[in-house]
Structure formats: structure tokens, C-alpha cells
């Protein structure tokens, strides 16, 4: 019997779809009506073989706030797909402990002879999704790790450019040469989901991981559906029998789900709309401090006035009132500053950044050039938080003789218009991270090759990776944070905290400091 045929069964017997809705999506899925007839005569099947052998139990289903772009884990880069895929389908070599030390997942562990070499010793007890056992190299020879290497121009697969070759010693061990030194050649791998390159070319369709959970249904814009791996080697993982997130844009919509008993879990909804729900007894509120940082973009391709006058963005930067955001975005939490290192980072610098001063901002646009300058934001439905920020900046801005139009787009045409730089402003989200570099990757490389033409910070966003004395390490970083904080190719808003929002049997539900929703273990208690 197919497992899409039992997942769709599952959700009619479960109310969720009707007669038509399950005919409909099974036609889509390829699944006959026969199939659909077997299940149907023996309902018991619908409730998940991992329910019937006393493993996981329960049916999740969490309401998300957008959708994935991609199910492909070496291409995607939103936070969702974090929560969604990456860490319930897939694997890693390395993880993070709760301190943000590395532990194995997939390696158990690994040595580092010299600085230029890594020999990863694998897991014996693992099989992909399909059955194939997982080894140091796939069936065509190739390394675990070539597949996201070759991804050429995908921002994960920046991680791993550093590779000069790879040695399979045996199924169970592999060695790593790299090319040049890379201080965070460890943190790096923390993103690089492990697949097998026996599926890849279908990874679009049938994305073959080897974590807790087995890829079910993707209903674009409407739903995804995973259910659990039996033979997952963690003891205990998952919790669940079957996980489902519902793509609801809305936050309201979110908690009127969760409230009616529609979804057991909201992924995340804005600080401001936790706050009356905190003495509601009908729900469990989850507020936890993280380094997950908001940020205006400022170097789109849409605005030469901005994306080539520093001084001008400093004025820009002198109509943001952050204090005001902070009391009312995010009700008073998390911490505002400047610089896109994390506050409790060995590598954060405390600058002083620009006080709130829309007059003197007034002043300086005169003096450039650029008095009556208009411009537009780009923010996300579903991110009420964006637009909120947006909306004080643009009061602040009106003060200074600046037009700001909030233009909200929805998340693939907002990623769209995000990875090609076709804004003025862009507003975006990045999680904490244990490692600077992390940031600069991903964050301030993409613009150091396409406007933001600054030498000095070019050169220190390399070298600062290939030094491994971290003392060393935090003076080229100080420097590269102050060069950020004078030309503001992106102008960090605050610190933030993430609030998810659960019924009350469900148990379990993790978020760590850098912002992940962690669903692994989380259980659902009888009623």
C-alpha cells in the first residue's frame, strides 16, 4: 500500500479533507482508486505503523507562516525550510550541541591531523529513506559530500567551495583535504544536508533523506506532510507518528487554527500577538531569546542613490528609531544594536552605531544631494514584524523629508526579487549563528561582489576565515564589523526573541538560542 495512499486516508478519517479534496489530491499524487479502496476497508492502517508498534504516536500539525521554495536541502536557504525539512527529513555530519559545541550526527566523530584536514569517522546504523544504507560514498563512487560542492552559485554550497579533494578510506571513514585554511570548515557542515546522490536527480519530487521524519505530500502553498522513520538510529526520535505544516500566512488565522483544535502548533508568530495569549490557559506560550537578527537590506540594483552614497544611508540609518521598534515590535524584548555578530559571540564588537535624529539626518541628504528622496521597502505576508519596523521607519523618514513605500510580496516573489538584488531596501531575517562567518557567507559576501565596493572589508571576510587563533580571528573581525557599521550595506535592526505557540499536551517543542524550531522530540500527550 502506497504511502501517500495512508496519509490521505489518515486526513479524511481525521476530518481534514473531505470526499472531494482526497479524491482530487490523490489523482495528483498518482494514487488510484483502488489504493485508496484498500485502505479505506482497514481504517487501522491510516493511524501509522510507528503508532502500531508502540513507537511514535500522535499526529501533529503545525500552521507555518510561508512555504518552502524548493525541497531540494542544498539549494533552499529560507528559515523555514530549516524548521520544515532540513532537520526532520535529513541529516548532517555535524550538529550543535545546546551550548552551540559540535557534536556528531552522522559522523561520530573526527580527527583534525593538520590544519588543512579532516577525517570523518560515519555512523554504521543508517539508511536513507529508500532503504540505502548510507556510506562514505554512494553507489557511483562519488563522496557524500560532492553533490553539494558541485552546486555551483547555491549559497549553501558556498560551504564546501573550499574543498580541494576528498579520500573515501572505506565506507565507514572519510578524509577531507581542503585547499586553504577555514577556521568554520566545522560550522559549515552544520548546513550541508546529507542526500544520496542515487536520488538527486529526482530531489525535486522525492526527497530521500535519512532523518526522523519521511517525506509524505508537498502541496505548494497548502500543506506538507512527513510521517515517521521507524528505523531512525536516535533513540526516541521522533515523537510523533505523523508531522504536517499547514501554510497559514496570517498569524490570527495561526492562533484560531491552534485555539479550534485545527493544529496543534504555530511555528512562530509575532512577540506582540504572544503577549495577550500568555495568561490563556488554552495555550502554551514559547518565548525564548535568540540571536536571530531583522535587517533592511540597502544595496539593491533599484536605487543608485543609496546603493552608492554611504553618507546617505547613515541619514537613512538616523530615522530609525530602534528603540521604539523594540517597545513596540517586540514588546520590549531582545536586545538593539548594530553589528551583525551576536552579543554573547566572542567575535561581537558593542559599536555605538547612529543615534535616532531625523533633523540631522534632514541635514546630511542636503548636503549629498539627496533632499525629497523616495524609496521602497520590500517586506513578507506573514511577517507582520517586517512591515511593523517598515511603518517606524517610514515615520521617522517623513521627518527628515524622505518618502518610504512599504511594498508587502509574497515569499517567492519576495526571495525572487531578494537573491537577484531587485529592490531599493529589502527587508530580511537571519538566524544566529555560532560562527561570523556564517553571516559573512551568506549575508555580506553577495554584496561585496555586487555593490558594495569596499577593499578592505573584501579582504578581511577572507582572511578572517583562514586564521585559526581566534584572538587573531576577533581583531579582523572587529575591524570588518566596523566597517559594516560606517557604510551599512545592511543596517541590522535588534536581537530578537522567537515565540511559537502550542496547545497545551504537546511536550517537548525546542527552540535554541540561534533561533531553529526543534521538532524531533516533541510529543503529544493523551487527552
Known amino acids: 500500500m502506497s504511502e501517500q495512499a495512508r496519509i490521505l486516508i489518515q486526513e479524511f478519517f481525521s476530518g481534514r479533507i473531505d470526499r472531494r479534496q482526497l479524491l482530487t489530491r490523490a489523482a495528483a499524487a498518482g494514487v488510484s482508486v483502488s489504493a485508496l479502496g484498500a485502505m479505506m476497508t482497514t481504517p487501522w492502517q491510516a493511524m501509522g505503523a510507528a503508532a502500531q508498534d508502540g513507537g511514535a504516536t500522535g499526529d501533529l500539525v503545525i500552521a507555518a507562516s510561508g512555504d518552502v521554495d524548493t525541497l531540494d536541502p542544498q539549494v533552499s536557504q529560507l528559515l523555514l525550510y530549516g524548521n520544515m525539512l532540513r532537520r526532520t527529513v535529513f541529516n548532517t555530519l555535524v550538529n550543535y550541541a545546546a551550548d552551540l559545541t559540535y557534536v556528531g550526527e552522522l ?14 569517522n560515519l555512523r554504521p546504523d543508517v539508511t536513507f529513506h529508500n532503504g540505502d544504507p548510507f556510506t562514505a560514498e554512494d553507489r557511483g563512487r562519488r563522496s557524500i559530500l560532492l553533490r553539494a560542492r558541485c552546486r555551483e552559485g547555491d549559497s549553501l554550497s558556498s560551504r564546501l567551495t573550499n574543498v580541494e579533494s576528498y579520500e573515501v578510506i572505506d565506507d ?72 504536517r505544516f499547514n501554510i497559514l500566512p496570517e498569524p490570527q488565522v495561526s492562533i484560531t487554527n491552534l485555539k479550534s483544535g485545527d493544529v496543534q502548533g504555530v511555528l512562530s508568530i509575532p512577540v506582540t500577538q504572544s503577549t495577550i495569549l500568555e495568561d490563556d490557559d488554552s495555550v502554551n506560550v514559547i518565548n525564548v531569546a535568540t540571536s536571530s537578527i531583522p535587517l533592511f537590506e540597502m544595496l539593491g540594483q533599484n ?43 566572542w567575535a561581537y564588537n558593542d ?77 530580511n531575517t537571519f538566524p544566529g549563528f555560532a560562527d561570523p562567518n556564517y553571516f559573512v557567507s551568506l549575508g555580506l559576501q553577495p554584496h561585496l561582489t555586487d555593490g558594495w565596493t569596499n577593499t578592505e572589508a573584501a579582504e578581511l571576510a577572507v582572511s578572517a576565515n583562514q586564521t585559526l587563533d581566534q584572538a587573531a580571528r576577533k581583531e579582523q573581525y572587529d575591524r570588518l564589523q566596523e566597517l559594516f557599521v560606517e557604510e551599512l550595506p545592511i543596517m541590522v535592526i535588534q536581537e530578537t526573541p522567537v515565540v511559537s505557540v502550542t496547545a497545551p499536551n504537546v511536550q517537548n517543542w525546542g527552540i535554541n538560542s540561534l533561533s531553529w524550531v526543534l521538532l524531533n522530540d516533541v510529543t503529544i500527550d493523551a487527552e
Open 107 to 120: 559522523a561520530e566523530s573526527w580527527e583534525n591531523p593538520d590544519d588543512t584536514t579532516w577525517i570523518f
Open 172 to 243: 565507514r571513514t572519510i578524509s577531507v583535504k581542503l585547499a586553504e585554511i577555514q577556521a568554520d570548515f566545522l560550522d559549515g557542515l552544520t548546513q550541508i544536508s546529507i542526500i544520496s546522490e542515487a536520488i538527486a536527480a529526482d530531489i525535486e519530487n522525492n526527497p530521500i533523506g535519512s532523518g526522523p521524519f519521511r517525506f509524505v505530500e508537498w502541496v505548494p502553498n497548502d500543506h506538507i506532510s512527513l510521517e515517521a522513520n521507524p528505523d531512525y538510529f536516535i533513540d526516541g526520535q521522533p515523537g510523533v507518528a505523523t508531522l
Open 303 to 345: 536605487n543608485e542613490t543609496i546603493r552608492t552614497n554611504a553618507r546617505v544611508r547613515q541619514a537613512l540609518a538616523m530615522c530609525l528609531d530602534k528603540n521604539a521598534i523594540q517597545q513596540t515590535v517586540y514588546a520590549g524584548g531582545g536586545i538593539p544594536k548594530w553589528s551583525f555578530v551576536g552579543t554573547e559571540s
Open 351 to 427: 559599536l555605538p552605531g547612529y543615534d535616532y535624529d531625523p533633523e540631522a539626518a534632514r541635514a546630511i541628504l542636503e548636503e549629498e544631494g539627496a533632499a525629497g528622496l523616495e524609496f521602497t521597502v520590500l517586506s513578507i505576508q506573514g511577517y507582520p514584524d517586517g512591515e511593523q519596523a517598515a511603518t517606524i521607519w517610514q515615520a521617522g523618514l517623513a521627518e527628515a523629508g524622505v518618502k518610504l513605500n512599504i511594498e508587502l510580496q509574497e515569499l517567492s516573489v519576495w526571495l525572487d526579487n531578494y537573491l537577484n538584488h531587485t529592490y531599493d531596501v529589502i527587508w
